[in-house]
């Protein structure tokens, strides 16, 4: 079945540091790819996405390219700040998956610590 | 602009008790879902609804159950708790379609003792 693979953390960084989660998928079809973040204590928020081959979403400063080739959307950043700590959840929905409807696969979430 | 919006916020359940975790949403989409998440297994979808009347089974529903009897609401029913069930419940909501957004409420912490 499809499902998310996303590197496992946590990740600390200090301040101004780069970063990258990496994101890999298995999926049939044509996903829309999602990188979801959940600061402490609160829901999800949608922080970037793209929906087909090569696309790239970017919100923040944050970026991720839908690499259809190496099946792989992976997280960036060029220079955290200590109020990007959170836990960064990588996601897709597909056709074959409910995903037409909606329903989305997540991977297990990278909780991200910044350090000033 | 109210979004998603999870009642309660927090909750103590004995096991055998059963209860209600209300969902509503503003934005008039047609498409909700309960989420669980656990440490360490990301968010698991429990079931979920395409519009009124209309229901199904996601990754994980055994021991909860739902309705969908207006476009605004969607009620997940834990029957009988068990502790397997403590956990962080998540409803969401969206546009029909793989690639619309999804928007999440602020999570629902129930514990099982």
């Known amino acids: 079945g499809d499902s998310v693979t996303q590197m496992e953390g946590p990740v600390t960084l200090s301040e101004e540091a780069f970063l990258t989660i990496n994101c890999t998928y298995t999926a049939t079809g044509y996903p829309s790819l999602f990188w979801y973040v959940q600061y402490p204590g609160e829901g999800l928020q949608l922080l970037l996405k793209?929906?087909?081959?090569?696309d790239k979403g970017s919100n923040k400063g944050f970026e991720a390219t839908y690499r259809k080739e190496t099946t792989s959307f992976h997280l960036e950043k060029g220079s955290v700040q200590v109020s990007d700590s959170a836990v960064y959840f990588c996601?897709?929905?597909?056709?074959?998956?409910?995903?037409?409807?909606?329903?989305?696969?997540f991977g297990k979430g990278t909780k991200l610590s910044v350090k000033p | 602009n109210a979004g998603v919006t999870q009642t309660p916020k927090f909750q103590v359940l004995k096991t055998g008790q059963s209860m209600t975790l209300q969902c509503a949403q503003d934005m008039n989409h047609e498409y909700m879902s309960w989420y669980r998440q656990d440490p360490g297994m990301g968010l698991r979808l429990i079931h979920y609804?395409?519009?009124?009347?209309?229901?199904d089974q996601g990754e994980v529903p055994n021991g909860y159950n739902v309705s969908r009897s207006t476009t605004e609401d969607f009620p997940l029913r834990l029957l009988s708790a068990a502790p397997s069930q403590t956990s962080v419940y998540f409803c969401?909501?969206?546009?029909?379609?793989?690639?619309?957004?999804?928007?999440f409420g602020e999570g629902s912490w129930l514990t099982v003792v």
């Open positions: 996601a897709l929905s597909s056709p074959g998956n409910g995903g037409s409807q909606g329903n989305l696969i």
């Open positions: 969401a909501s969206s546009l029909l379609g793989s690639g619309n957004t999804i928007y």
């Open positions: 793209a929906t087909k081959a090569d």
């Open positions: 609804s395409v519009g009124a009347g209309i229901t």
